[in-house]
Nanobody, 124 residues
């Protein structure tokens, strides 16, 4: 059974940093695009960042560009999201997702596998 398990969330102050991890198990994610999405209270799930199998040319939402960095360690079947200069508006549940192929998508329905999410709360 395929599983994506996120970790690393927590409560921080504005300006702080956090690193989220997403560990995949049940199969290798070779050839998969890995993404992070988030859902803030009362809002729709939104795209945050995507990375290809090779790790090249990651793609970011404008709202996090320059502050967040997505990376992956294929040997560990793990993807990371380094979040710096956090803002209260970054408060959300963060989800890891996987999609077959090499084409990025910012649409949640395009993703085949999802984790349960990890809460990130940024206080002002």
């Amino acid at each position: 059974q395929v599983q994506l398990v996120e970790s690393g969330g927590g409560l921080v102050q504005a300006g702080d940093s956090l690193r989220l991890s997403c560990a995949a198990s049940g199969r290798t994610f070779s050839g998969f695009v890995m993404d992070w999405f988030r859902r803030a209270p009362g809002k729709e799930r939104e795209f945050v960042a995507a990375i290809s199998w090779s790790g090249g040319s990651p793609y970011y939402a404008d709202s996090v560009k320059g502050r967040f960095t997505i990376s992956r360690d294929n040997a560990k079947n793990t993807v990371y999201l380094q979040m710096n200069s956090l803002k209260p508006e970054d408060t959300a549940v963060y989800y890891c997702a996987a999609r077959r192929g090499s084409v990025y998508s910012t649409l949640a329905y395009a993703y085949d596998y999802w984790g349960q999410g990890t809460q990130v709360t940024v206080s002002s």
